[in-house]
């Protein structure tokens, strides 16, 4: 079946521009994952989605990132006034969670460079 | 509390070797374990996962080894090929589910 999915698969803007990426989880899986892999960072967590619940916005580095979840479906990621220090590949992952399954599934990502 | 730590950061083996990843944690909340294998230019893959009530678990070339006690685990991977070579990055999460807290990655290379 299809996996995650993340779009587009590069995005190059500059500085101060808002950025959208998005992001189709596998489907009937009702949690969606956002986390940032940069090299001096490794992978951080930045938000997490689960069904009607509030998200979990504890990994969001600053007021300029924001993420919405459409229908329970799809996920948009925005960076809004991007900082070069923005640049690093964005990762969705999606998990069915239920009662055994813990497992989180990633897409390919999306390279963001800040010029 | 929040951390794992991974070591090495990076480990050269000769093909048919064993290949040894360890990682560390603080918070004893942590109840899910997994590896993920991660090849350039992609997402990571789940590879294996353990669960804190079970001391090791194997699937195929691949064993996570699981201390309690010590609070750390460790993946060997037996037998190793040169389509192995990748960044390992353990991880940890808690409350069934929620976000993975990652060590720092293990760059894995394989020598024919």
């Known amino acids: 079946g299809a996996g995650v999915s993340q779009s587009p698969s590069n995005k190059v803007t500059e500085k101060g521009k808002d950025v959208e990426l998005r992001c189709d989880p596998i489907?009937?899986?009702?949690?969606l994952y956002w986390y940032r892999q940069s090299l001096g960072q490794g992978l951080e967590f930045l938000i997490y989605?689960?069904?009607?619940?509030?998200?979990?916005k504890s990994g969001l580095p600053s007021d300029r990132f924001s993420a919405e979840r459409t229908g329970g479906s799809v996920s948009t990621l925005t960076i809004q006034r991007t900082q070069q220090e923005d640049s690093a590949v964005y990762l969705c992952?999606?998990?069915?969670?239920?009662?055994?399954?813990?497992?989180?599934?990633f897409g390919p990502g999306t390279r963001l460079t800040v010029t | 509390q929040q951390q794992v730590k991974q070591s090495p950061q990076s480990l050269i083996v000769q093909k048919g070797g064993i290949s040894i990843i360890n990682c560390a944690y603080e918070?004893?909340?942590?109840?899910?374990f997994p590896w993920y294998q991660q090849f350039p230019g992609k997402g990571p893959a789940l590879l294996i996962a353990?669960?804190?009530?079970?001391s090791e678990k194997k699937e195929g070339r691949f064993t996570i080894s699981f201390n309690k006690s010590a609070k750390q685990f460790s993946l060997h991977i037996m037998d190793s090929q040169p389509g192995d070579s990748a960044t390992y990055f353990c991880?940890?999460?808690?409350?069934?589910?929620?976000?993975?807290?990652f060590g720092q990655g293990t760059e894995l290379s394989v020598k024919p």
């Open positions: 353990i669960r804190p009530d079970v």
């Open positions: 989605f689960q069904g009607n619940s509030a998200p979990d």
């Open positions: 992952a999606s998990s069915l969670l239920a009662a055994s399954s813990y497992e989180q599934y």
């Open positions: 918070n004893t909340a942590f109840d899910y």
């Open positions: 991880a940890a999460t808690r409350n069934q589910g929620g976000k993975l807290i």
């Open positions: 489907s009937g899986h009702t949690a």
